[in-house]
């Protein structure tokens, strides 16, 4: 019912930057929590950042200071801004709505490579 496209991943050096947007269709997006997840080769899924309906963010300490996470309740988009990118970001970058703690409906996701 809920669907989630990532787009903007590419390949960067490292101390570069990157946008990444994550369009979410379906209803009710402006009270939805959302969260941007990574997944690199041989790892688990792991949380990167969170907004909530309310624009509060969470952050994973790896980004703290590094990526920033916004949304714009008109166009059902959420972004990722990720500056000062290292190579241990490499991954695919996905996102979701979080409900009761539990990210739901994931998309395709959007590789970022980083090279040294």
């Known amino acids: 019912q809920v669907q989630f496209v990532e787009s903007g991943g590419g390949l960067v050096q490292a101390g570069g930057s990157l946008r990444l947007s994550c369009a979410v269709s379906?209803?009710?997006?402006?009270?939805?929590?959302i969260g941007w997840y990574r997944q690199a080769p041989g790892k688990q899924r792991e949380v990167v950042a969170v907004?909530?309906?309310?624009?509060?963010?969470n952050y994973a300490d790896s980004v703290k200071g590094r990526f920033t996470i916004s949304r714009d309740n008109a166009k059902n988009t959420v972004y990722l801004q990720m500056n000062s990118l290292k190579p241990e970001d490499t991954a695919v970058y996905y996102c979701?709505?979080?409900?009761?703690?539990?990210?739901?409906?994931w998309g395709q996701g959007t590789q970022v490579s980083v090279s040294s």
């Open positions: 979701s709505e979080i409900r009761l703690g539990i990210p739901r409906a």
């Open positions: 907004i909530g309906s309310d624009g509060f963010t």
């Open positions: 379906g209803s009710s997006f402006s009270i939805k929590t």
